[in-house]
């Protein structure tokens, strides 16, 4: 890796630790103050749509070989949390912002990116503190089951209106393409798919855990 990659990827790093930390600013700061009257999703949206979709970039590297991550894996995990952001703008922003649901879920979120682009940032450095790659290795097998159960609420938020909102974002006959496009369906599919893709990818990061954490341990024995 050359100096001007590294430093664009510590750049890079440093950037989306600043931004989820923002995230989780926005989101304590707003429920911390009980007189606050504003809505948390007009708050929230745009930060949000502009640090989760950057994680594109992440992807973008792997592809290139900038990084040792494997893209596809890369693409799904980003792409699960573009497809929330994405979905949520269906709903009126009252339904969001009131819902106990989106913090859950950016709770989760928040501090699985803050400590992971931590990690990145640090491992560029060349000195990664104990304790961050333990919660880097570690803090998923809490993180991702919460993070995962937000997704799906979200999801399941946005069905229920469908439910009662059938002409949000469908597309039905007769038109002039003879094509048809039901949001609620499609929703109900994507719900499926989480069923074999969860716990796939919580075993590649048990994977990885173990990989990470087997490798400390010979590596004391050898000494």
């Known amino acids: 890796m050359t ?15 600043f931004g989820w930390s923002w995230l989780l600013y926005i989101l304590v700061s707003h429920y911390g103050d009980s007189s606050s009257t ?4 007009d708050k929230i949206w745009l930060p949000l ?16 070989g900038l990084v040792r991550s494997n893209p596809v894996i890369l693409l799904v995990q980003v792409s699960s949390r573009a497809f929330i952001c994405t979905v949520l703008l269906s709903l009126p922003s009252e339904s969001v912002g ?27 450095v060349g000195y990664v503190p104990y304790f961050l790659k333990w919660l880097r290795y570690s803090s998923f097998m809490i993180l991702y089951p919460t993070g995962i159960s937000g997704e799906l609420l979200c999801i399941y938020k946005v069905i229920v209106y469908s439910k009662s909102n059938p002409d949000v974002w469908s597309y039905t006959l007769p038109n002039q393409w003879n ?12 719900v499926v798919a989480y069923i074999p893709g969860s716990p796939i990818m919580y075993k590649h990061m048990l994977l990885q855990r173990q990989k990470v954490f087997n490798t400390n341990a010979k590596a004391k024995k050898v000494k």
């Open 3 to 17: 100096s001007l990659q590294k430093l664009y990827l510590c750049t890079y790093n440093a950037i989306e630790v």
């Open 98 to 124: 009131s819902s106990i649901i989106l913090p859950y879920t950016l709770l989760s979120w928040c501090l699985a990116e803050i400590i992971k682009y931590s990690y990145y940032f640090m491992n560029l």
């Open 38 to 41: 504003s809505n948390f999703w």
């Open 49 to 64: 749509f502009i640090f989760q979709f950057s994680a594109y970039f992440e992807t973008i590297h792997a592809i290139i």
């Open 179 to 190: 094509f048809t496009f039901s949001y609620l369906y499609f929703l109900l599919m994507i």
